[in-house]
């Protein structure tokens, strides 16, 4: 015969095991809801920013996750950006856009994104195709599932030279073959009188310019996410 005694430690038993499990189960539904998208960004200067402007929070990358997450669109980020690199020219510290690739792009991120690079111009047209081609194909091998963003370089006036407009019909052309999406900032006219957005060298874009740029590329990253539930 059962005492009344075991009765009522088993029955304190079953509640206390039911009030441990909800919090796991509550915790569980949230993780279920709440998706972070892992983004990589591959550039040069306009990403890292430098004395003129956009540095630390100043810089469009700090500034389009702030745009991002005021819309429900929670992100983390890897950033592999070198003044002075592209495709085919090697930065300040020695690095082409497949190398910041390979540093920075992960197998679980749901975008990547290229921006640029005007620092291309003097790279031999067929090299630099070759160049741009292995730099996506190393980057889906990496990241198979991620979609991919491509931005074309900038141009601070509607002067554009050639060479530049070349780097854009490449990247555009490579875009295309690697699935995708390119941005033409050139077509667009990114930056055209607008000069207070360039530094008094004539090239980097100051704190406003990269405000203007976050504001561009941000509902760009946006449109390539998973929308929150």
């Given at each position: 015969?059962?005492?009344?005694?075991?009765?009522?430690a088993f029955a304190a038993a079953v509640v206390f095991a039911g009030a441990q499990r909800t919090p796991v189960q509550e915790r569980d539904v949230v993780a279920l809801q709440y998706s972070v998208n892992r983004i990589a960004v591959v550039g040069d200067s306009y990403t890292t920013g430098g004395e003129l402007g956009g540095l630390g929070?100043?810089?469009?990358?700090?500034?389009?996750?702030?745009?991002?997450?005021a819309q429900g669109l929670a992100t983390s980020a890897?950033?592999?950006?070198?003044?002075?690199?592209?495709y085919g020219t090697r930065g300040n510290r020695g690095s082409l856009f497949e190398d910041l690739t390979a540093r920075t792009v992960k197998p679980d991120d749901r975008l990547v994104v290229f921006y640029g690079s005007r620092n291309d111009q003097n790279v031999d047209?067929?090299?630099?195709s070759i160049l741009v081609y292995g730099t996506f194909?190393?980057?889906?091998?990496?990241a198979p599932s991620a979609n991919f963003l491509v931005i074309g370089p900038p141009w601070p006036t509607a002067d554009v030279?050639?060479?530049?407009?070349?780097i854009r019909d490449t990247l555009r052309y490579q875009a295309r073959l690697a699935g995708a999406t390119f941005i033409d900032p050139i077509a667009l006219g990114w930056f055209?009188?607008?000069?207070?957005?360039?530094g008094a060298d004539g090239v980097h874009p100051t704190d406003a310019g990269h405000t203007y740029m976050a504001e561009k590329i941000a509902p760009l990253i946006g449109a390539q996410l998973p929308r929150p539930i």
């Amino acid at each position: 015969m059962i005492s009344a005694a075991a009765v009522l430690a088993f029955a304190a038993a079953v509640v206390f095991a039911g009030a441990q499990r909800t919090p796991v189960q509550e915790r569980d539904v949230v993780a279920l809801q709440y998706s972070v998208n892992r983004i990589a960004v591959v550039g040069d200067s306009y990403t890292t920013g430098g004395e003129l402007g956009g540095l630390g929070a100043n810089g469009w990358t700090a500034q389009a996750w702030r745009l991002l997450a005021a819309q429900g669109l929670a992100t983390s980020a890897d950033v592999g950006a070198e003044g002075g690199a592209g495709y085919g020219t090697r930065g300040n510290r020695g690095s082409l856009f497949e190398d910041l690739t390979a540093r920075t792009v992960k197998p679980d991120d749901r975008l990547v994104v290229f921006y640029g690079s005007r620092n291309d111009q003097n790279v031999d047209p067929t090299q630099y195709s070759i160049l741009v081609y292995g730099t996506f194909q190393l980057a889906r091998r990496l990241a198979p599932s991620a979609n991919f963003l491509v931005i074309g370089p900038p141009w601070p006036t509607a002067d554009v030279p050639g060479t530049i407009v070349r780097i854009r019909d490449t990247l555009r052309y490579q875009a295309r073959l690697a699935g995708a999406t390119f941005i033409d900032p050139i077509a667009l006219g990114w930056f055209v009188g607008k000069p207070e957005l360039i530094g008094a060298d004539g090239v980097h874009p100051t704190d406003a310019g990269h405000t203007y740029m976050a504001e561009k590329i941000a509902p760009l990253i946006g449109a390539q996410l998973p929308r929150p539930i």
